[in-house]
């Protein structure tokens, strides 16, 4: 019996905003809760469909009978549903997270179910096996090699009976990392603190004054308002002088999530990720051996750069060992200041150690990180931004009217130098309710030829965190970011750039898809390289207050800063990468009970740590990266891909030498061409070493790190 169904939306289908869109931009703002069903339902059916005629007898295995439509398809769908993500991601309300969590399994299962489909693989092993394939240009056999990889990491040959299992595994992480980034965003929500004395505001910048008033104000409460959302708990953390306030709000924050989080907040005992956690793990670790895998962290290496658990694990240990000595040498020193010169009782407790670091750095170098942030309105910093990308790419920046999500958000066009629209992006900045924390980039749209011969031009979401502009004494100020935030900012478009320059046609590998997940940070780390540069900064920044260009004498203060506690933070970097690698390596995941991650944690912070763990401290059940966000196993890659970058960006320092420019056109668009252009169409180290001319090689991010003794 065969089932017909309508290829075509109804008519009411059609005026749904995660339909009507087709090829184009979503109106974001027309998307509403009861769109989500509907329209998903329908995407799914027609995904199916393209599916069951891809593996029927009558289908030829070539690229444009078989790989052609199921990408428009599977495109179609994919989109639709990261519009639905997206959305639930930085304008979270109840109703829409209940409509994405009702819809969840089911895309979660469709896609699971083609990574299984034995008949589909059969289809594209034969396409790879036929004359056509030598036709295919390198892209479109990229795409069938991955492809082919990626059905059997999907459970492609595991048998019949194995199946349902391995989808139902897929459905459960799912489930469980919307859980683990729900309860996480609950739990920093649903804390504020409210100070009603003036007295108590001692040591905070006037910005981080007025963003509690605004808080305050928002929330109808008296007073001044903090909360743990990042621009509103670390300023307090760097400069309150209440040291009891410190305390307060260090143990609100390192108890989120977890089963603690009562004693020291609001946190409600549904939010606690503790036995989440251990629910994931014991997932993938099922998921690893059933196809054939020692453990996840075996299984998640197929896709990426590095050869082996023993190479991760060696690389991790190296850098550890590496930082360690300057680390201890950091830790030291601020004991020391905070002893003499801090006079603080009962020595330097965990919710000392960002002010403490903060007095530090001011005495020692004679400023403060909120007098440099003056130099920084947002505006002007986008303006460099933009200088530096036309500069170094040859491309034009422009100001787009794309519908947005909302009224802060930006969007902008990238032209080639005869004004072809390449690309286009968004920016949203700031931090408010219902957005989740951090920073990111993701991917909107795609690059890809279409069957006409047009080009789908990429679209790019740029998510930041920053504190939004709020009034003082009645006037809307410009809103002013830390040169933390600048480093965010430019990391974040380094990958937008790698999205949005790709000259690939080809989806799968076109941008960011297809690059090896250890080697994807590489396009945004070396970006962060620039706002270490004089002649860049010097064009990007103006005070809030006078409009004056940041003094010399200033920037060389920063620069000489720039490792100050470098030891520490690489220290902490490792200490997160080997948590995150040997909870997917070595971790007993189906015996371990309770505690049981906090407990390895710990180990590995006794082992190289220098700053002992916290016992409060719950940190891993916020650790979003890997519970949450696709780095499990892969926290690693950060510093994996920061030697890579650093090697890179070592190329503009040798061509500075010779033209007195970083800014240096023949490099960029050599980078541009060898780097971003070919997106994931051949393998990372291949890439790199066209780029290069030659294997990576540690010696720069170390010296770059100040991570080498004189």
């Known amino acids: 019996m065969t089932t017909t169904i309508a290829h075509l939306p109804s008519p009411e289908l059609e005026k749904n905003p995660l339909i009507s869109f087709g090829k184009g931009i979503a109106t974001y703002q027309e ?44 495109e179609t769908l994919s989109r639709s549903w990261s519009i639905i993500s997206h959305l639930n991601s930085v304008a979270d309300t109840p109703s829409l997270r209940d409509a994405y969590g009702q819809m969840l399994p089911k895309v979660t299962a469709f896609f699971s179910s083609l990574g299984q489909n034995l008949a589909l693989y059969q289809k594209f092993k034969e396409l790879n096996h036929s004359a056509d394939f ?25 048998p019949d009976l194995e199946k349902p299992r391995f989808a139902q595994i897929q459905d459960e992480q799912a489930v469980l990392g919307k859980a683990f980034s729900d309860h996480v965003l609950d739990a920093t929500d649903g804390f504020i603190y409210v ?13 981080a004054i007025a963003a509690a008033a605004d808080l305050a104000e928002q929330k109808n409460l008296q007073g001044w308002a903090f909360s743990l959302h990042f621009p509103s708990y670390y300023p307090l953390m760097q400069y309150s002088e209440n040291r009891p306030l410190r305390r307060l709000m260090y143990e609100a924050y390192v108890t ?19 036995e989440n956690m251990l629910s994931q793990l014991r997932l993938r670790d099922e998921e690893a051996r059933m196809l054939n895998f020692d453990n996840y962290a075996a299984l998640s290496l197929a896709p990426k750069m590095a050869r082996d658990v023993p190479e991760v694990d060696q690389f991790l240990r190296n850098i550890a060992t590496r930082a360690k000595p300057f680390a201890e040498k950091d830790w030291q020193e601020l004991k020391l200041f905070a002893q003499s010169s801090l006079n603080l009782d009962n020595g330097l407790e965990p919710w000392d150690i960002a002010f403490a670091s903060e007095k ?17 309105p947002l ?27 909302h009224d802060d958000v930006q969007s902008f066009s990238v032209n080639d130098v005869a004004g072809e629209i390449l690309a286009h992006f968004y920016l949203d900045p700031y931090a408010r309710q219902g957005k989740r924390g951090g920073a990111w980039m993701d991917d909107a749209r795609g690059r890809r030829e279409l069957p006409n011969g047009e080009i789908q031009t990429p679209v790019a979401y740029l998510v930041c965190n920053f504190a939004a502009p709020v009034k003082v004494d009645g006037i809307l100020r410009q809103p002013t970011i830390t040169h933390d935030d600048v480093i965010t900012l430019f990391h974040e478009s380094g990958h937008g750039l790698h999205h949005l320059l790709t000259q690939v046609g080809a989806l799968g590998v076109s941008g960011i898809n297809g690059v090896e997940w250890d080697a994807v940070e590489l396009p945004s780390q070396f970006m962060e ?12 920044t103006a005070h809030v207050d006078t409009g004056n260009a940041l003094p010399r004498d200033l920037f060389d203060k920063i620069l000489a800063a720039k490792n100050f506690q470098n030891g520490l933070a690489t220290l902490r970097q490792a200490v997160f990468s080997l948590t995150d690698w040997r909870l997917h390596s070595s971790f007993n995941a189906q015996k371990a009970q309770g505690l049981a991650v906090l407990e390895l944690s710990r180990a590995i912070a006794n082992e190289y740590n220098v700053i002992p763990q916290a016992e409060i401290s719950r940190w891993p059940n916020t650790f979003s990266h890997i519970f949450a ?33 970083v800014l240096d056109l023949e490099t960029g668009i050599r980078y541009r061409t060898e780097i971003l252009e070919v997106g994931g169409s051949r393998p990372a180290a291949e890439s790199f070493k066209a780029f290069r001319g030659r294997e990576p090689s540690i010696d720069a991010l170390l010296r770059h790190g100040g991570l080498v003794a004189h």
């Open 31 to 74: 998307v509403k809760p009861e769109n989500v069903a509907p329209a998903i339902d329908f995407l799914l059916e027609r995904a199916q469909l393209a599916v069951d005629k891809a593996v029927s007898k009558a289908t030829a295995a070539t690229w444009d009978a078989l790989v052609e439509p199921l990408e428009d398809a599977t």
């Open 256 to 274: 989120r999530a977890s089963e603690l989080a009562s004693q020291f907040g609001n946190g409600k005992s549904e939010w606690d990720n503790t």
């Open 379 to 405: 505006p002007k910093v986008l303006e460099g931004l933009f200088g530096v990308i036309q500069t170094l790419f040859g491309v034009q920046i422009k100001t787009a009217s794309l519908p947005t999500w």
């Open 195 to 207: 100070v009603q004395e003036t007295s108590e505001l001692a040591g905070l910048p006037g910005d």
């Open 629 to 661: 966000g696709g780095y499990a196993a892969g926290y690693y890659s950060y510093k994996w891909a920061e030697v890579l970058s650093a090697d890179v960006y070592a190329a503009f320092e040798e061509a500075a030498k010779l033209t007195g420019s």
């Open 529 to 540: 390289n620039f706002c270490w540069e004089w002649e860049v900064l010097k064009n990007m």
């Open 134 to 158: 030598a036709m295919l240009s390198i892209a479109q056999k990229k795409v069938i090699e991955n492809s082919l990889r990626d059905f059997r990491l999907g459970g492609a040959e595991l």
């Open 360 to 376: 530090l750095k001011q005495e020692r170098y004679a400023f403060s990180e909120n007098e440099l942030k003056q130099y920084f």
